[in-house]
């Protein structure tokens, strides 16, 4: 039991340190702590992992509220919404509000599971049949495209974010495409495809600091506020937009079983869904809009317990980081399957050690809010400063990390100039076509051999 | 005897036993390199063989390329430079995609690691026993199999000809994906490689496979479809080298066959089910090297 306790300590810790550096996330925290994990038993393993992933979410988004940068794709509309708070001189409250959020909709993720358990496993399979995949990312397509903005200019930012997503080798169907046009002769890394991290970098986050070049805080309205530290002024805070809070919840625990893009999908879909809302209501604050951020941050976190559900239930993994954890638990000898985690209990255990976690996450995060106003006395050029010269280290490191070095910085060197001309676009589109890409593409091509088999 | 005379007979064998040595000790000098990126099973076993030689006494150099072109490039680079990858004809399928060559051939090739047999599995639920899996391979005309799309096309389609029916591959990215698409209904079976996660995976009903023998209730499909030509396909893994005179070669392929035949890698083996290399001598070079052209 007090090894478990120490596990999730340091699961915990090792999370937030994940979600602090950018481009780091879960798999990569997950392989760093590899050599620790080998002598953990199953439920130990399953806890370390589930603190890894859920504190993550927590300290991504403080660091996408306060410097702007996501952590993954997840964060996108932390960056989006919670830096535009903080440049109001609200980063507390959007801080706060994303951290009980993320505690609200890891709860109510766990209340979904439990009323669904009877029928569970036949729900989740019936959700993979690729009808029903595909039907799911159309809909979160035409969501992205047609839900706000100019409808056009939107159809041909998700286009270009495929487009550049499909160079490389497709797995479904199985081809270098683009052979004619893409020089791959030249410049072999390419087969790869573009790396994620400075496509992220140079064509969102990029864009993003030009539109904040000009901030300053001075003369920010409360920034120095002594109410922003008590607690009650917080919750009261979060309350206001408990109904954004609960779509989220719902939004999450859908999203979080569409394989490879779980959470990422989640937090975009339920922003997308909340902003919409917050226009047709006129509610929606262009300068930072607490609902929609608040809206991501809980969806994020349902869907980062409902993605463990076809692992645990089906013994198949949906993300990278569950292949690897499951890689190392069937190198220990155990299994995961219905009969080892639902039936012998284990899962009731996990959920009460899931539940743990996220307050220990929640009591973390929240001494963070308080130290934000520490930023504000920092030159806002010397923050950017800061911000570029790490992004600009961790896609060299990140491509350090494969031999692959030259290549993220020369995609990075690519793109960055588009990212700066489309500064005044919803660039977060071209981000979430890139990842929705090969999914789409092989739910389409697989549907049409199944109809003509 | 002196002191000083000890002293001379002692510096006298550290000096001859250095120089005679000391070939030895730069032939144990190894890289083993990691063709693919962490986290999976490819680099994990690059990393137990790497572990293997380093306890074996030798000195060991782990090389992460990740990808074929940098495996590639490091070998344009470094010609001379001993270099050795666990390697399979399935991954060397998957490069040979990208147009990334690294052939296989007799100066090459170092030794038969394994060899993964194939299974063919249903979803549970919908056929739980041989026999209701074998009603629908009598009563429907056609039938759609998930798999991951480095299998190789000529497998599914002489599986096809064997049995008179139309047989259709429903393709998907990763083994994880097309064990979801087959208990989701996308197809009527699952074919791929049978592992310790496959065989415990009790939403599957596994019932064939590649294999010479009957395994956990799975029969031969040579017994099933006598006719199917590629019934024994599946999957060879073996070392392959770079920078290795032949000499060194037939030392380090002695060491790889003592270190695959211990316990680590043994139990390795047989909780994936695959049948080790030393129970594979019989399969030369040239049978490997067909394999890995089933997709050229």
Redesign the interface.
């Known amino acids: 039991m007090i090894d478990t306790v120490l596990i999730m300590l340091l699961g915990t810790l090792l999370g937030i340190m994940g979600g602090l550096l950018p481009g780091i996330g879960v798999t990569v925290t997950l392989l760093l702590a590899y050599p620790f994990i080998e002598g953990f038993d199953l439920i130990q393993m399953l806890v370390f992992y589930l603190a890894i992933v859920s504190a993550s979410q927590y300290s991504g988004s403080v660091i996408a509220t306060t410097m702007g940068i996501p952590g993954d794709s997840s964060s996108l509309p932390a960056v989006t919404e919670g830096h535009a708070l903080f440049k109001r001189g609200l980063g507390q409250y959007a801080i706060s509000g994303a951290a009980i959020g993320s505690t609200f909709g890891a709860l109510v993720a766990v209340a979904i599971v439990f009323s669904i358990m009877p029928v569970a496993v036949t729900l989740i399979k019936s959700f993979y049949n690729n009808n029903v995949q595909l039907c799911v990312l159309i809909v979160s397509s035409a969501l992205i495209i047609f839900t706000y903005g100019n409808k056009v200019q939107n159809l041909m930012l998700f286009l270009f974010g495929a487009l550049l997503a499909s160079i490389g080798i497709s797995m479904v169907p199985y081809a270098v495409m683009w052979p004619d046009i893409v020089p791959y002769k030249t410049f072999p890394a390419l087969y790869q495809g573009l790396p994620l991290f400075p496509v992220i970098v140079s064509l969102f986050v990029i864009p993003t600091i030009a539109g904040s070049w000009n901030t300053t805080f001075s003369n920010l309205p409360g920034v120095f506020d002594s109410t922003h530290q008590k607690i009650t002024t917080h919750l009261a805070e979060y309350f206001k937009n408990i109904s954004s809070s609960i779509r989220g919840s719902l939004i999450g625990s859908v999203c979080g079983l569409v394989p490879h893009v779980t959470t990422v999908l989640a937090s975009n879909v339920s922003y997308i869904v909340e902003k919409k809302i917050g226009i047709r209501n006129k509610t929606y604050n262009h300068n930072g809009d607490s609902k929609s951020l608040i809206a991501a941050e809980t969806a994020n976190n349902s869907a980062g317990f409902v993605q463990l559900m076809p692992l645990l239930l089906l013994g198949v993994p949906i993300t990278t980081s569950e292949a690897i954890i499951l890689s190392m638990l069937e190198h220990n000898s155990f299994l995961v399957n219905y009969t080892t985690t639902i039936g012998s209990g284990l899962f009731n255990q996990l959920v009460l050690w899931f539940v743990a976690i996220n307050f220990l996450a929640f009591l973390f995060a929240w001494p963070m809010a308080k130290h934000v106003q520490l930023l504000y006395k920092v030159p806002y050029r010397y923050i950017i400063a800061i911000i570029v010269a790490t992004l600009f280290f961790m896609v060299w490191y990140l491509g350090a990390r494969s031999h692959n070095e030259i290549y993220y910085l020369l995609t990075f060197a690519a793109l960055a100039p588009v990212g700066y001309m489309l500064r005044n676009t919803n660039t977060i589109i071209i981000i979430l076509a890139f990842v929705l890409q090969d999914k789409l593409l092989a739910a389409i091509v697989r549907a049409s051999i199944i109809w003509t088999s | 005897m002196s002191y000083l005379k000890i002293r001379k007979l002692l510096t006298a064998v550290c000096i001859v036993s250095s120089v005679t040595l000391l070939p030895v000790l730069q032939a144990k000098e190894i890289n083993v390199m990691a063709v693919m ?5 490819t680099y ?1 076993q690059a990393q137990m063989l790497a572990d293997s030689l380093t306890k074996t006494g030798y000195k060991v150099n782990f090389v ?4 074929c ?2 495996t590639k490039h490091f070998f344009e680079n470094n010609p001379q430079t001993p270099a050795i990858y666990l390697f399979t004809d399935l991954l060397y399928n998957e490069f040979l ?4 060559d690294l052939p296989l051939t007799k100066d090459n090739f170092v030794t038969t690691v394994n060899f993964r047999i194939n299974a063919l599995c249903s979803a549970a ?1 919908i056929h739980p026993d041989a026999d209701s899996a074998m009603s629908l391979f009598k009563s429907t005309r ?1 039938i ?1 199999i998930a798999s991951v ?2 299998t190789p096309p000529s497998v599914i389609e002489s599986f096809g000809a064997a049995l008179g029916k ?1 047989v ?7 083994t ?2 097309s ?3 087959v ?5 009527d079976f699952w074919y791929g490689g049978l ?3 496959i065989a ?4 599957l009903f596994c019932w064939a496979n590649t294999g010479p023998k009957t395994i956990n209730n799975m029969i031969p499909l040579k017994e099933l479809t006598p006719a199917y030509q590629q019934s024994e396909y599946g999957s060879y893994g073996y070392i392959q080298s770079n920078g290795l005179d032949a000499n060194t070669k037939k030392v380090l392929k002695q060491d790889l066959d003592a270190i695959f035949a211990d316990g680590e890698w043994s139990t390795y083996f047989s ?1 994936g089910y695959m049948i080790p290399g030393d129970k594979l001598r019989h399969i030369g070079v040239d049978q490997i090297i067909k394999n890995t052209n089933l997709n050229k």
């Open positions: 990126p962490e986290g999976g099973n994990r992460k390329t990740n990808s072109v940098n995609a990208t147009e990334c639920a056609s759609t799309t480095s139309k259709t591959m429903v393709p998907y990215a990763k994880s994906d064990v979801r698409g208990l989701s209904k996308d197809a592992t310790a996660g415990g995976n009790e939403q909780k």
